[in-house]
C-alpha cells in the first residue's frame, strides 16, 4: 500500500498481477486512453480537485475481458478556479492542483 513509485514498480506488478496475459494488459491500455479522453472532454475535470481518487482494474482470464474504473471520491472537491491536472501543486499557494492526468499519462 503506497509503496509504488517508480515505473518498474509499476511494470513488476501489472507482471505479476497480469501473469504474462498481454492481451489483458492491451485491454486496459484501450480503457485507460478511451477513459483520458473522456476526462479531457469532461466539464466535472476542470472544475473539481480530485485527491486520493484510484484507477481499479480487473480482469476476467476466463473471458480475455477486463476494465478500468476511477474509484474512491471522498476527498474529490469543487473548485471555483479551474484545474488543469497536469500541472505540480505548490505548496503554500492556492492552488488546487493535483496531478490527476499527470498521474494517468505516467
Not at 11 to 30: A, C, M, P, S, Y
Not at 52 to 67: E, P
Request: hydrophobic residues 40%.
Amino acid at each position: 500500500f503506497k509503496t509504488v513509485s517508480t515505473m518498474e514498480q509499476v511494470r513488476n506488478h501489472f507482471k505479476r498481477f497480469l501473469q504474462g496475459r498481454h492481451d489483458i494488459l492491451e485491454v486496459f491500455i484501450t480503457r485507460v486512453e478511451a477513459f483520458r479522453e473522456a476526462l479531457l472532454k469532461s466539464e466535472f475535470l476542470p472544475c473539481h480537485e480530485i485527491v486520493g481518487s484510484s484507477l481499479l482494474f480487473v480482469f476476467d482470464a476466463q473471458h480475455s475481458n477486463g476494465g478500468v474504473w476511477m474509484i474512491d471520491f471522498g476527498k474529490t472537491r469543487r473548485r471555483d478556479a479551474p484545474i488543469k491536472h497536469n500541472v505540480p501543486w505548490i505548496p503554500g499557494t492556492a492552488s488546487y492542483e493535483d496531478g490527476f492526468m499527470t498521474g494517468l499519462d505516467n
